[in-house]
Each structure stands twice: as C-alpha cells, then as structure tokens.
C-alpha cells in the first residue's frame, strides 16, 4: 500500500472543507423600481408578499407607504407631519416609531391598511430616537403570535435597556436585568430567542448577543460595529456590519447560534434594514449605489444546502483509506458564488486525481 504525501493530504483536505459547506441558497433577487430612491427602514409583512417602508412624500413629510413585492400597489398609508422610522410588521399590525406625546419618541401600531393609528404606550419614556439612516436604538420586534413587542427605551439610570410589552400597551417588563446597555431586539421565529446588539463587560464596542429567556450569550467577538439584527432562516441572524474596522460600507452578514459569521450577499455599494418573511424564505433589504440611491431589493431563501458527504478516492495502483466526512462551519453563498464554488471544486479534485497518479506511477517505478 502506498503513502500519501503531506501535499496530497493538504489538497485532499482542503478539498473536503470546500466541498463540505453548507451555504444558504438564495436567488430570484430583484430591484423595485420606486419613484423615489431616498427611503428607509424597509420591512417584509408575515408572508413575504408586501413591503412597508418610509420615504418623503410629495408634501416634505416622512410617511409609510406599502408595495407588493412586485412592485405594484404602492400606498401611503400615513399623513400627519411627524417623522417616523423604526418599522415592525406583526402579525396584524405594523409598530413603528414616532413623536407622540410631550414630543417624546413613542411606539405607535396601525393596521395595514391605515386605519387604527395610535401611540401604543402612554408612560412618560422614550422608546426610540431618531438618527435617519442609523439603527439608534433600532426598531421594535413583534412576537410571532403578534401579543406582544420588544424595544428598547432608558432605565431609571438612564442606560438603553430591552423592554417587553403586550399588544395593547400594557404590562411592560425589563427583558434582561443587566448592567450593560441593551439595544435593537428581534424575537426569532419560536419566539423563544431575543437577539440584540449590547456592549461587552469593559469593552466600548457593539457585539451581537442572544438572550434564551435565561441570560445574555455573547456571539460575536470581532469588535466590529453592527446593527439592524433580525431572524433569518434556519435559525440564522442576518445582521449589517463592516468587513473590517477600516472599511466604510454596510454589508449583510449572517451568523448562526454557535457564532460562526459570514457574508450574506456579495453585492452593492452598501446594504441596510434586512427583513424577513415568518417563515425566512423570502427577504428584503435596502440596497445602495455609490451615488447614495436607494432601492428596495426582494429575493427567495431556497434552504441550507446540505454538506457534500465525500466518498473514497482511488487510482488503479494506490489504495487511499476511506475519509471521514467533515462538516465545516457553514458559508453564505449566492448562486454566483455557488458556481464559482462549484468551478474551484472540480479543478482541485481533478489536482488530487494528478497528484495520486504521480504517486502511483513513483511507487510502480521504484519497484521497478
């Protein structure tokens, strides 16, 4: 039987880690042609077939309209003058922030075809603060089952907290009762998860943490600022963040429970506000140009693709022991990059299939 060399071994290897990744499918992703390209804040509804969204109207007043994902229906479905931003699409109805009473930034809810405006809690705090085109404290999140919301206002020492409230307004709790400051909630899927954006012990740096109804997990360490966490597919968090501490564009990434983070999609200048179905396989996001100009991109989450379990390789002469399948950490792909992926799969396993023939025709001459 013949050895493989340690070059052999590495391109093997490296061949079952590329080959071994799961990756989150995604395509069908298009770009809304809107009348405006100055918007913000955009959000999925429950089904992943309308859009809301803020944007300037033709009075110079900030309002929410709504759009079918392909593009047709647009409605504003606001009037009054004040600013708005922060949206969340519930199970029955969108909550977004705005001025309310004693010109406090306060939570409203409306139903989705305009009627039913009203500030949803009537306590003397802020539940929000706006910074157009900055998460600031970031939206509120609904519950799937659409009785109840998380957001973020000040405690009695003036730190950004997470606070829980039933639907009509009533019952408000502290979410987590920690020192750190606690902002930008989004409950997953079940319900049962609280992710959010929070600063580590002795660290001024924005990480992404998870509560499971018990404490706070930390899940990223890079030090790198993010923003906008929502629940993705496959209990995936999609969140905008920097490919580095020097690099000046917002991009989407994801990262799964046990903190392995990834990009999400490799395109456009810059991306903001991701938001998905209940179900995470449609989603949306703001997608920016070099030259600031806003559209609303759409797409379809088509599932985790499975690891390639690898098989045994063999050459007439050598016999190479069986692999063990290796999973690695999972990667984000689109269907570009699953292609090139693909491309770079075959011309390595068409290099290891050369090496071992080399090896082969080596060992069959010495013994020659």
């Known amino acids: 039987m013949s050895k493989i060399t340690s070059a052999g071994i590495s391109i093997l290897i490296l061949l079952i880690l590329i080959s071994g990744a799961n990756a989150i499918a995604v395509e069908n992703i298009k770009k809304i042609d809107l009348s405006t390209t100055d918007l913000w804040d955009v959000v999925l509804n429950p089904e992943g077939t309308k859009l809301a969204f803020v944007a300037i109207d033709d009075k110079n007043t900030q309002q929410i309209f709504m759009i079918n994902t392909d593009g047709s229906g647009e409605k504003k479905i606001t009037e009054d003058a004040n600013k708005k931003w922060g949206l969340a699409w519930g199970k029955d109805q969108i909550a977004y922030v705005s001025y309310g009473e004693g010109g406090l930034e306060k939570i409203f809810v409306i139903n989705p075809d305009g009627t039913g405006n009203k500030q949803l809690i009537s306590d003397n705090t802020r539940q929000g603060n706006f910074e157009r085109y900055m998460v600031a404290w970031g939206s509120p999140s609904w519950s799937p089952d659409g009785k109840s919301l998380v957001y973020t ?216």
């Open 153 to 368: 206002s000040l405690d009695e020492r003036g730190m950004q907290k997470m606070y829980k409230v039933n639907a009509d307004g009533s019952g408000k709790t502290a979410v987590l009762d920690e020192i750190s400051r606690q902002w930008s909630p989004a409950f997953s899927p079940d319900g049962k998860n609280i992710a959010f954006v929070s600063y580590p012990a002795e660290k001024n740096k924005e990480e992404l943490f998870m509560f499971d109804g018990n404490a706070g997990k930390q899940l990223t360490f890079d030090e790198i600022k993010k923003n906008y966490p929502v629940w993705g597919p496959d209990n995936t968090i999609v969140f905008v963040s920097f490919e580095s501490v020097a690099s000046s564009n917002e991009k989407l990434f994801a990262i799964e429970k046990d903190g392995n983070k990834r990009s999400f999609i490799n395109a456009d200048t810059k991306q903001r506000y991701p938001s998905f179905s209940r179900d995470g396989r449609k989603f949306a996001y703001a997608a920016i140009d070099i030259a600031g100009n806003v559209k609303i991109a759409v797409g379809d989450v088509t599932g985790i693709t499975p690891a390639i379990t690898t098989t045994t390789i063999t050459t007439p002469v050598p016999t190479i022991p069986k692999t063990t399948s290796v999973t690695p950490v999972a990667t984000v792909q689109t269907q570009e990059e699953k292609g090139n992926s693909t491309w770079i799969i075959m011309v390595l396993a068409a290099a290891v299939m050369l090496l071992l023939v080399a090896i082969a025709l080596k060992d069959y001459f010495k013994k020659k």
